[in-house]
């Protein structure tokens, strides 16, 4: 038993989960998803009748469309132009979709589970006061890596992949995959600097960059973390505006599909084929997946439930951290086992990150995508001075708040 | 614009540039409000939350909408909704699976006529050929059996591909022997050879549209009105 909680905490069993059961099936299935959900949203039905040829009922309404394409992708000839840097070719692909795996290791996905208690309700007084209790003795944190700098080494394993679309243009030896590259740093640039500069509000208020404890702790100790009102996304809207821009034009996806300008320039990954194609493709699709689970992690509460705390159900009173100390103050407890309390929450974490995945792909098919010019315009003039000024304003509420005992 | 037709400029509605003042020295000289993109045409929010108000709207009919019938659909034709489940606004027809409508004239591939005794009832006079306008009509004659009709076509092929589904064909023939009424779409094909209907298809057409009393009609030596 011993050895396989300690397996089961290891970061890297926690990423292979995360990665494999969760991340990638979400990210496949948003494929399906992009094409049924534009195809609703415009009066059409979509792909709809993808089955194995053993089994022609089994349509599941288009879903096993995603198996078709990678089916497909696998099985293309692998193409490599004559003239490309085959070195910077081949790495690429791989610069585009590995940073963003890497920084699903900051993401915090679930509760932390205390195996021994998992059939009967945690006492999160007990946790707090005796946290060396025997029933605490092993736990398994549902988060591959908490750093202080948190959402900090998102920032900067993001900028890295950058270079999958840079190096792509540059190594194709192609004139309209190079000002894709090109395109795509410049626009990567752009926006990191107010996505960067749009989150700080929300690190000021919390007083952590960590998205785990951003999760656990809310913007405010009067109310419990688990209270949607304690969100961030409240107390930091404009925030969420800004850096849910910003984060979609990471993507380099419509609205901010300059890079790509497949009417134009049919983007930097325009000598690509088959696997390797796929690869961009992929990672276009786990960075939506990825967004959604930062702005869960920062605006959203995370994994947590509305109301339900370690031990249950609390409807009126709360449970809350006061200058590190674990206060209570009554309520009605709705007891739940704890097993049933995280099974909860990484649903929730799911659900959160679906509706987001889902709300991404709505503006992905209204918004008509903009011109050069305006995406510079708008990244430069817009967002960046808005940005500062929202953390400036931030500052100043932190400040009063502390001053006056708001927080 | 508004001003050069003579309008009242504060009730011109069209988007643009409106003349607020024209000089009084020079009609030329004209005082011009240009709209200016606001605060909220800058950030995009105001465009993009209307834009994301209309594709939700449509997100949500179409998701939890029941689709209208097929056969509704086909036709074009609206039906009562029955419950409180909206009808979508989906109009894709499913191809395979659905057929679209046919309207009642709809008459489809050409057939060919045949006697009592199954015998093809062209009697190779060349007419239809002669007319067709398209000249997708190949007829190569042979002795009949039937002495009585001289001729009967050894080779007789439509190319489906290059008929203009004129009817001239129908028009032409003196014995009632090509039709077009046997309401069989035209297949898509994958060579253009297999869209030659030659004489056997043709006849089999005959035999699949029914026993139409009159695709087996007697005919030849019983005076002018045989065909009725
Ligand atoms: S319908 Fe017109 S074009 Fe077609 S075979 Fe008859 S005469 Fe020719
Ligand atoms: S007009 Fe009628 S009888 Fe004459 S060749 Fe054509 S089908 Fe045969």
């Known amino acids: ?407 | 614009m508004g001003a050069s037709h003579g309008h009242d400029a504060a009730d011109d509605e069209t988007p643009g540039p409106r003349v607020l003042v024209v000089s009084a020295v020079s009609p030329r000289v004209r005082t011009i409000a240009v709209e200016r993109p606001g605060p909220s045409d800058v950030t995009y929010l105001e465009a993009a939350r209307k834009g994301l108000g209309v594709t939700l709207r449509h997100f949500v009919k179409n998701v939890l909408g029941k689709r209208r019938p097929a056969a509704a659909l086909a036709r074009g034709e609206e039906v009562a909704k029955q419950g409180l489940v909206p009808w979508n606004e989906i109009e894709t027809i499913q191809y395979p699976e659905e057929k679209t409508h046919y309207p009642e004239r709809f008459r489809g591939l050409h057939r060919l006529m045949q006697r009592d005794d199954g015998a093809v009832r062209c009697v190779a006079c060349m007419l239809c050929p002669t007319v067709c306008p398209a000249h997708c009509i190949t007829i190569v004659p042979a002795e009949a059996d039937d002495q009585g009709v001289e001729k009967k076509p050894a080779v007789f092929e439509i190319d489906e591909l290059r008929c203009v589904v004129c009817g001239l064909c129908v028009e032409a023939c003196p014995c009632d022997a090509i039709r077009m009424d046997s309401g069989v779409h035209a297949k898509p094909v994958e060579h253009r050879g297999d869209a030659i209907m030659t004489r056997e298809k043709l006849l089999d057409l005959s035999k699949q549209v029914g026993k139409d009393p009159a695709s087996t009609a007697t005919q030849g030596g019983e005076g002018p009105d045989w065909r009725e």
């Open chain 1, 1 to 407: 038993m011993q050895t396989l909680y300690a397996v089961l905490d290891h970061p890297a069993t926690k990423w292979v989960l995360l990665v494999f059961v969760m991340v990638m099936p979400l990210a496949s299935l948003l494929t399906w998803a992009e094409r049924r959900q534009s195809a609703m949203m415009q009066d059409r039905l979509g792909p709809n009748r993808a089955a194995p040829t053993f089994a022609p009922w089994l349509k599941l309404k288009g879903i096993l469309h995603f198996v078709a394409d990678a089916i497909k992708m696998i099985s293309k000839e692998d193409f490599i132009p004559g003239n490309v840097h085959k070195g910077l070719f081949t790495l690429a692909p791989l610069l585009a979709i590995g940073p963003v795996l890497i920084a699903f290791a900051i993401i915090p996905f679930g509760p932390t589970i205390y195996p021994h208690v998992l059939d009967g309700t945690l006492d999160p007084l007990l946790l707090a006061s005796q946290p060396e209790h025997q029933d605490f003795l092993h736990s398994i944190r549902l988060q591959v890596a908490s750093f202080d700098y948190g959402i900090l080494f998102y920032f900067a394993i993001l900028t890295l992949s950058n270079y999958g679309g840079t190096l792509a243009g540059w190594a194709s030896y192609n004139k309209w995959a190079l000002l894709g590259g090109l395109r795509a740093s410049s626009q990567m640039m752009s926006y990191e600097v107010a996505m960067g500069l749009s989150l700080m509000g929300c690190f000021l208020l919390v007083g952590s960059l960590e998205p785990g404890y951003i999760v656990g702790a809310g913007a405010s100790s009067k109310l419990a973390p688990s209270n949607p009102l304690n969100w961030l996304w409240l107390w930091q809207f404009p925030a969420l505006v800004l850096f849910m821009t910003a984060a979609i034009a990471e993507t380099k996806r419509a609205p901010f599909d300059i890079p790509e300008g497949e009417p134009e320039i049919i983007g930097y990954f325009v000598e690509y084929s088959g696997l390797r194609w796929g690869l961009f493709f992929l990672a276009e699709f786990i960075e939506i997946v990825f967004i959604s689970a930062v702005i869960t992690s920062v605006f959203f509460g995370g994994w947590q439930v509305p109301f339900l705390d370690a031990d249950g159900f609390r409807i009126g009173g709360y449970m809350a951290e006061v200058n590190g100390q674990l206060v209570s103050t009554g309520g009605t407890v709705l007891n739940l086992p704890h097993a049933v309390v995280t099974a909860l929450q990484l649903g929730a974490f799911a659900l959160k990150v679906i509706l987001l995945c889902w709300f991404q792909l709505l503006i992905r098919w209204t918004l008509p995508r903009f011109r050069a010019d305006q995406l510079m315009n708008l990244g430069w003039k817009v967002l960046l001075p808005l940005a500062l000024a929202w953390t400036m304003l931030s500052a100043l509420f932190k400040l009063a708040a502390i001053h006056f005992g708001w927080v």
